[in-house]
């Protein structure tokens, strides 16, 4: 069973960044994609980053030029750089990954942003 353990999440004000880490319990280049989803209440959970299998990545429209994914096989870990935060960024942050047969899910880290 593959876990992936989320850290970094926190209370910033609107304009501050956060760095969010997802280690997972096995080797990362394992996964053919990795990444951040975030869900904030009330709404569907939706892709903020990720890795894909060729290596590329995909952001969505609403953090592009503000966040950053990267990664550290080494460390078996997955990073979001969060900038020039906003009060919408407010959600719990999961990291996923899939290996081709399962979906894993991290426990979730809050991030909230104040105005």
Do not use: H
Not at 30 to 50: D, K
Not at 58 to 69: E, L, M, Q
């Amino acid at each position: 069973q593959v876990q992936l353990v989320e850290s970094g999440g926190g209370l910033v004000q609107a304009g501050g960044s956060l760095r969010l880490s997802c280690a997972a319990s096995r080797t990362i280049v394992s996964f053919n994609t990795m990444g951040w989803y975030r869900q904030a209440p009330g709404n569907q959970r939706e892709l903020v980053a990720r890795y894909t299998s060729g290596g590329s990545t995909n952001y969505a429209d609403s953090v592009k030029g503000r966040f950053t994914i990267s990664r550290d096989n080494a460390k078996n870990t997955v990073y979001l750089q969060m900038n020039s935060l906003k009060p919408e960024d407010t959600a719990v942050y999961y990291c996923n990954a899939i290996d081709g047969r399962y979906v894993y899910w991290g426990q979730g880290t809050q991030v909230t942003v104040s105005s």
